[in-house]
């Protein structure tokens, strides 16, 4: 079983609602990954981190997505106004350095009515 | 931007059969190449990977990187029902970034 934790693992949000999704890397790892993964399979990139520090992101379109790793907290990912095209699996991962390997959580499922 | 692209992107093999999956990328500067595994419902995890060229073999699974011509493989030997999944390749160019293909969906019928 995974040891990345990601919650909740399904979220339901109406569109222009603000969706929060949180994720505990495993122990040790500092590297922390955002991707989407849509219905096509296509994953898409969205941020990394070390440690508290962003690595790498994408232009973020709008800045409707925003993400912070603060010390002793969950990671989180948070759409601030949801649209229908962000529905997706949403898969948190985290390495213990670089990105040799990376460790998935089970995702978070949105849904954007 | 680095472009990967994964064949076939689906396949059905019988039970005992080997399987041949295949990646190819565009950034000849890509310095890690992998492959994840992803059963339906599940966190997609890890299979192998290899930083030169040349093969890779683990158990069933063998990985193959040939750096000039932008392609790397996943050889599976006596495929099984339970190698059933959706297989992810994965390469790692300057910076920490992966990029992944959009995965070849395999089933293995017993």
């Known amino acids: 079983n995974s040891k990345v934790i990601q919650t909740p693992r399904y979220l339901v949000k109406g569109q222009g609602q603000k969706a929060k999704m949180r994720c505990i890397p495993e122990?040790?790892?500092?590297?922390v990954f955002w991707y989407q993964q849509n219905k096509n399979n296509e994953f898409k990139f969205l941020i990394n981190?070390?440690?508290?520090?962003?690595?790498?992101q994408i232009d973020m379109t709008e800045k409707r997505f925003s993400a912070e790793c603060p010390s002793n907290s969950p990671c989180s990912l948070e759409i601030q106004s949801s649209e229908a095209g962000d529905s997706a699996l949403y898969l948190c991962?985290?390495?213990?350095?670089?990105?040799?390997?990376?460790?998935f959580g089970s995702g978070t499922r949105l849904t954007v009515l | 931007q680095q472009k990967v692209q994964q064949s076939p992107e689906s396949l059905i093999v019988p039970e005992g059969a080997m399987t041949s999956l295949n990646c190819t990328f565009s950034?000849?500067?890509?310095?890690?190449f992998a492959w994840y595994r992803q059963h339906s419902g599940k966190a997609p995890k890890a299979l192998m990977s290899?930083?030169?060229?040349g093969e890779k073999e683990e158990g069933r699974f063998t990985i193959h990187l040939n750096k000039a011509s932008l392609h790397f493989s996943l050889h599976i030997r006596d495929s099984q029902p339970s190698d059933s999944a959706l297989y992810l390749c994965?390469?790692?160019?300057?910076?920490?970034?992966?990029?992944f293909g959009t995965g070849t969906s395999l089933l293995v019928d017993p």
């Open positions: 991962a985290s390495s213990p350095g670089g990105a040799e390997t990376l460790y």
């Open positions: 122990k040790g790892h500092p590297v």
């Open positions: 981190f070390q440690n508290q520090e962003v690595l790498q």
């Open positions: 950034d000849s500067a890509s310095q890690y």
């Open positions: 290899i930083f030169s060229n």
């Open positions: 994965a390469v790692r160019d300057m910076g920490y970034k992966l990029t």
